[in-house]
């Protein structure tokens, strides 16, 4: 079989979300693969069927393969590429979780290589002193002259933070997804989606563009951003939610856990203390903790640039940063009438400034010199 019908196997597979799962590989080994899979009779289909106790799913290969043609047409006007679990460059630690997918999408570049991979998860409403703690973090490593692959989820707070530091530091991020790659949500997190790609990052997800999104797909993408990892650090976060649930899966997975703990009143706190109190995640308070945790050698000390100034400071920039030196926080309407810097090129310099770790953005779109 070419390459174009292996691929277009693969994609028909993700028509059927619960055989996009290794714990089927069973199944597809019977019948040689996922290409011959497509190629097996009807008969034996349904035989293997009734064997791996899938009653309860009608083998609609037909209509799969037929569902694929169309998704092959969306993937190639957004970009969208797959990969199977037997590729080279499918993510190494995942393969041998015993629930990955057996097929992937990804936007832009994927390869296995020797960076460590780190996830880092949290609430979605996170406090301003938790994603600069994040930022901290990754620009210390960065600093430290390690390199490794930053794996989240692209959602608000803790995950945002985490691959804007990425951008920032010039590390690589990896983001994973709980839709179709056809589409970012949030929206506005679309540019940080595409500075992912651009700097040799990843956009991840097992859905392909025309499945539904659910709630639950959130959850379900939870276990590929922890099986991806060799470790797991929870930010911030509450009792219950996502950051949570990634944990213990890392732990099911047998991978580090680590957690940022947090004042006993603060209930973005809680559910990090509660990891490090049930012994499930380990106590980190500043990078050092991380490298005793992960054992990571040590590097050569030598000068480390974390970035290039390839867009120098503009007048309206250093405008900018006189006007909230001199006045403090402040929201986009009212710098607008305090510089007369047009809106347009206001929010674009704000985002700017934001990713550059210069200014905080703070409830209400108001904005403040870090």
Not at 43 to 54: D, G, K, P, Q, T
Not at 184 to 196: L, M, T, V
Not at 275 to 293: C, F, G, P, R, S
Request: hydrophobic share 40%.
């Amino acid at each position: 079989m070419n390459s174009e019908n292996a691929i277009l196997t693969q994609v028909a597979l993700t028509m059927a979300p619960r055989l996009n799962n290794a714990l089927y590989t069973p199944l597809f080994q019977q019948c040689g693969g996922i290409a011959g899979f497509f190629q097996e009779t009807d008969a034996n289909i349904e035989a293997l069927f009734r064997e791996n106790n899938l009653t309860n799913i009608q083998p609609e290969r037909s209509r799969w393969l037929k569902m694929a043609e169309q998704e092959l047409k969306v993937m190639e006007k957004h970009h969208i590429q797959t990969c199977g679990i037997e590729d080279p460059n499918y993510p190494r630690l995942l393969k041998f979780c015993a629930d990955a997918p057996l097929v992937l999408f990804y936007k832009g570049t994927l390869e296995n290589t020797d960076a460590k991979n780190i996830a880092i998860v949290g609430t979605r409403k996170a406090t301003e002193l938790g994603k600069k703690r994040v930022d901290t973090f990754l620009r210390e490593i960065a600093e430290m002259g390690y390199r490794p692959n930053i794996i989240s989820g692209l959602a608000y707070g803790i995950d945002i933070a985490a691959h804007s530091a990425c951008i920032h530091y010039t590390l690589k991020a990896q983001a994973v997804l709980g839709h179709g790659l056809h589409m970012i949500y949030p929206a506005s997190h679309k540019n940080i989606a595409e500075k992912i790609v651009e700097q040799g990052g990843t956009l991840l997800s097992e859905f392909p563009t025309c499945a539904q999104i659910l709630p639950t797909n959130f959850l379900q993408r939870n276990r590929i951003v922890a099986g991806m990892s060799e470790a797991v650090l929870v930010a911030e976060s509450p009792v219950k939610g996502g950051a949570m649930a990634t944990a213990r899966q890392a732990l099911s997975y047998s991978r580090e856990v680590m957690a940022i703990p947090g004042r006993p009143e603060d209930t973005n706190s809680a559910g990090c203390n509660l990891l490090i109190k049930q012994n499930i995640a380990a106590l980190v308070e500043n990078v050092a903790d991380i490298l005793k945790i992960l054992n990571w050698a040590p590097l050569p000390t030598s000068p480390y640039q974390t970035s290039l100034d390839l867009f120098p400071e503009s007048d309206d920039e250093t405008l900018l940063k006189e006007t909230l030196t001199r006045t403090g926080e402040q929201n986009i309407d009212q710098l607008h009438q305090l510089t007369r810097i047009p809106v347009h090129d206001l929010s674009v310099l704000l985002l700017k400034m934001e990713l550059e770790g210069v200014v905080m953005q703070l409830p209400g779109k108001c904005y403040a010199l870090i």
